[in-house]
């Protein structure tokens, strides 16, 4: 997206903090440190968590693999920790693949047919999945079993084959776009929501705890209500804490913590540069809205998809911004959160939010 001159008089940068999509892989390996084990050990998702509590239970119960199982939600909720603890209170073995990955039915073939009695088939992103390869997991998820093609054309022989029984865990951030056949083949979906403050500061408890740190209960709490609902970035603003408070030879209590994240330009709401670049755009420039959301992007000099998929959904759930039929429009609590005037009269303003 080119947003011209107006593009070029904004500087971003490119490595904001809050995003939810994990940053490198360093931040993997860190993640993968504090990820839970067990189900007892996973805050928050409480109901999820007894349903899939159940689900499991009652497989061991009856002696058979647990029912396959959808996890679907914006990244960093907790997906990946969730298709491990599966695997691992089942005490089963775990694959991991992804969509991106399955390119061909074939890819998915031989991940099936090399599958042990019982094991877990983690597919992350399983939206991204080619079409052909859909097909063959639908026979795979009911029947354990698919059929090979053999040779081309008039020749061409399907061979059926049969799989050792499995539980597929699919996760996806965009559950919309997976298709309804697919969808309706597990046996339980479990949609995970934005974590609330109390969660996340549980979160956090227990990172540092991990992590070996000694961080007091309000320092933690001023953290947690960054953090946009989401353990990820709670857990990537803790590094950016303990790394401060390192550097600076200090404890890592409440004012260290809004030092930090002023330094990493994350505000009180937990909003970054970016957030604040639409914020500011949709007030300053079109008078509070409505503006589309093309216009909007290019504005700000950002992918519209980046935009919609990633700032909007948050400035949405804070009560920021609605989404009206004729474009986007800043709320009352937008023009508060600027420090900016808001008028009071005007055409613009008739929705009144
Ligand atoms: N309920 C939870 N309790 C404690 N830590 C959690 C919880 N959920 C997630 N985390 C932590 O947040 C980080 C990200 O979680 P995870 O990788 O499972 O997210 P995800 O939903 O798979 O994200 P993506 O969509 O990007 O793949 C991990 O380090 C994990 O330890
Ligand atoms: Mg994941």
Redesign the pocket.
Known sequence: MSGGDLERDLDLGDDPVVR???ESEAELA???A???RSLA?????SKVRGQLELLLRAATMQQRTPDHIL?A??????????AMIVAHEGDRPLRMSSGPAIQHAGDLAALLSSLTPGEVLFI??IHRMARSAEEMLYLAMEDFRIDIMVGKGAGATSIPLDLAPFTLVG?T?RSGLLPNPLRDRFGFTAH?EF?DDG?LEE?LR??AGKLGLDIPAPALAEIASRSRGT??I??RLLRRVRDYALVHRTEPDVAVVGAALELYDVDAHGLDRLDRAVLDAIVSRFDGGPVGLTTLAAAVGEEADTIESVVEPFLVRIGMVTRTPRGRVATRTAWQHLGVARPSTGALFDDDV
């Open positions: 939810p999509q994990p860190f993640e993968g504090l990820r839970p050990e996973f805050v928050g998702q996890l939600g914006p990244p960093g909720l907790g997906k990946t920790t969730l992350d992103e996760a951030t995970l974590y969660e979160v227990r990172a353990p990820r709670a857990n």
